[in-house]
């Protein structure tokens, strides 16, 4: 069997370079190894940047986004007891939406649905080859599928980034993890909030009026089992408060997990025809929210490189991918790393922790400092369109 782009993995990276060939005029088929309603329900990212927002409307896959999704014109930073508004519609002129990965996902599985997609769930066994040939194959369940082009979109444990030719990957672990829950409850404001407290950092984020996603810094090695629900809240409410009353509503947790925090850029992201993007190439750990919102703009720069190869033979943009992909994902690195660095306590490192709130002091009364936060935060610009044509 052949098709023109095989594509292993259905998060959102897969998911919508499939729909972005769709429109087009490139067919593709799209391999992922759990079922529908794993890939639908798992919880993740929440945090969509203007851009990202543009492009999910611009392509036909925003009316539930734009039905349910919260605008935030702001976000909260809190250090020292005390809160300071980043106002990004004033600094910047652009916002975000707070609108659940899940939700993009889900809303991306019906649309390509909706346009006949060839999308196949729980295919455990794939193997790609023929990457010396301009003809990759992709073998799963005994089948093998012939393409032009085989894409990586199979996150960070996937099986495609070790098929590239030369690979060297460059890395940051972190000494804290992330312990997140989601909650039941009406968020307790209206922004995110991101606190740094002695205790360590505490995030206040939202996926509705009526659900509360948070997060608390952990020690990496940090098991799940020793925080009981109520030593969660009883560590939310101590570094989430503020001198201004801040007050925390609580509710039954329907979710609650630790993920650990990685820098990590893999290069190149090609080799012949079989290309990464995403997770599959790179992580950065969630402080600046921008892992999905890289995923998606990595599939930006493919979706355009791919309609130049196979619709008009240009090699050029293709073989340009690797570059341009980095160019924003460096940055984006170095963003959540400042993020990451600056909001959570080191506390083996004094000088590190005077450092961080040095930086949030300068944030919080400096214009230039605020507006380069909101820049980054709210997504930088892309340096082209999706589509080739
Ligand atoms: P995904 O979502 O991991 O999807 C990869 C898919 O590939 C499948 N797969 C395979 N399929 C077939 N064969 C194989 N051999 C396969 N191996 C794997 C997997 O089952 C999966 O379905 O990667 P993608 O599409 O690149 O998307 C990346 C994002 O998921 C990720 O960057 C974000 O979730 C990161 N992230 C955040 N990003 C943001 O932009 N804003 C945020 O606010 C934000 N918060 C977060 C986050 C990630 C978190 N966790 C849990 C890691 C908060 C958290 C807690
Ligand atoms: C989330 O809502 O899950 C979220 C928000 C902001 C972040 C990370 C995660 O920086």
């Not at 066994?125 to 194959?137: F, K, M, Q, S």
């Not at 990586?152 to 099986?159: K, R, Y």
Request: aromatic share 8%; with cysteine.
């Amino acid at each position: 069997m052949r098709t023109q782009v095989a594509i292993v993995g259905a998060g959102p990276a897969g998911l919508l370079l499939s729909h972005l060939l769709h429109l087009q005029g490139i067919e593709s088929v799209v391999l992922e190894r759990r079922d529908r309603d794993y890939v639908e329900s798992r919880v993740r990212a929440g945090v969509l940047e203007h851009g990202t927002v543009e492009m999910l409307r611009e392509t036909g896959v925003g009316a539930r986004m734009d039905a349910e999704g919260m605008v935030h014109e702001g976000t909260i930073l809190r250090f020292d007891h005390h809160s300071h508004r980043v106002d990004f519609r004033e600094l910047v002129d652009r916002t975000i939406t707070v609108y659940g990965q899940q939700e993009v996902v889900k809303d991306l599985i019906a649309r390509r649905l909706a346009d006949g997609a060839d999308l196949r769930f729980e295919v455990d066994d794939v193997a790609i080859g023929g990457l010396d040939t301009d003809r990759p194959t992709v073998t799963a369940g005994g089948e093998t599928l012939s393409a032009d082009v085989v894409v990586g979109a199979d996150g960070f444990h996937g099986i495609s980034r070790e098929h590239l030719k030369g690979l060297e990957t460059v890395d940051r672990t972190y000494a804290f993890s992330w312990l997140g829950i989601l909650a039941e409850a009406p968020p307790s404001t209206a922004e995110l909030v991101y606190a740094r407290h002695e205790n360590g950092f505490a995030l206040h984020s939202m996926r509705s009026p009526s659900i509360t996603r948070m997060y608390l810094q952990v020690p990496a090695d940090e098991v799940l089992a020793d925080w009981s629900d109520d030593r969660i809240w009883s560590e939310l409410h101590t570094r989430l408060a503020d001198d201004d009353g801040f007050t925390l509503t609580e509710g039954p947790l329907l979710d609650k997990g630790i993920t650990p925090m990685r820098s990590f850029v893999a290069t190149p992201m090609q080799t012949g025809r079989l290309v990464t993007c995403g997770d599959a190439a790179h992580i950065v750990p969630p402080t600046g929210a921008k892992g999905m919102n890289l995923a998606l703009a990595d599939v930006r720069v493919l979706s355009h490189a791919i309609g130049g190869l196979l619709t008009d033979g240009r090699e050029d943009l293709f073989e340009a991918y690797t570059d341009t992909a980095l160019r924003r994902v460096w940055r984006a690195t170095w963003f959540s790393w400042w993020m990451t660095s600056m909001l959570h306590v080191q506390g083996d490192d004094p000088f590190a922790d005077r450092l961080a709130l040095a930086q949030l002091a300068q944030v919080a009364a400096s214009r230039p400092a605020a507006a380069m936060l909101a820049e980054s935060y709210t997504g930088l610009p892309y340096e082209q369109g999706w589509s080739y044509r």
